[in-house]
């Protein structure tokens, strides 16, 4: 039989290889720099507008088959859409960046906030980026102005990064501001 001291019906040994793997396990396996520079962002088209929001920071995309327009809300709040037995509050980003599209509104970008579920509705998807590669410092000329603090980085395309805490503080402001229930 084993003559190692036990710990709590473990053995000594036993106990440094958890101690070990707990430790292992207790490392980030990359930093928050890594993962934003790293992570896949999904690029959506809004006007003239290309818009890459990273793919962690989405509960799912949905298309937006119908919204149910609300009486007298802001001009950035598009409608209420209905998605598996949820009814969503769908935010127009265009109109929330100052660029309203001649398109309609096609694809939920569902985002979680406080444990509430909120769309960012865009008219076009265009896919995905793999590796983001920051490659240029200035804002491309088809962004809306009110779009830009919400922007931390732009490719070499020509696609701007949301900086979506950025952009759900001002919708939070917003919602307080006009007295509209907060995404």
């Known amino acids: 039989m084993n003559d190692q001291p036990r710990v709590n019906s473990f053995t000594a040994l036993e106990v440094a290889l958890l ?26 088209r809004v006007g003239a507008a290309r818009y890459a929001v990273p793919l962690h920071e989405l509960a799912s995309v949905v298309p937006l088959q119908r919204l149910a ?9 598009a409608g209420l859409a209905h998605d598996h037995g949820q009814i969503l509050t769908v935010v127009d980003l265009g ?35 793999k590796q983001w590669a920051a490659a240029a410092d200035t804002i491309p000329a088809g962004v809306p102005a009110r779009a830009r603090p919400f922007i931390d980085a732009i490719d070499a395309r020509g696609v701007c990064r949301l900086q ?20």
């Open 95 to 129: 109109a929330l960046t100052g660029e309203r599209a001649a398109e309609p509104l096609r694809f939920g970008l569902l985002i979680e906030v406080a444990g509430e579920l909120f769309a960012l509705g865009v008219p076009e998807l265009e896919g995905l980026v």
């Open 164 to 183: 979506m805490p950025r952009l759900l503080t001002e919708l939070a402001r917003l919602s307080s501001s006009q007295g509209t229930p907060t995404p």
């Open 19 to 44: 101690r070990r793997r707990a430790s292992t396990l207790a490392r980030p396996v990359v930093n928050a720099h890594e993962l934003a520079s790293s992570a896949e962002l999904l690029v959506a």
């Open 69 to 77: 327009r609300i009486p007298n809300a802001p001009p950035w709040v």
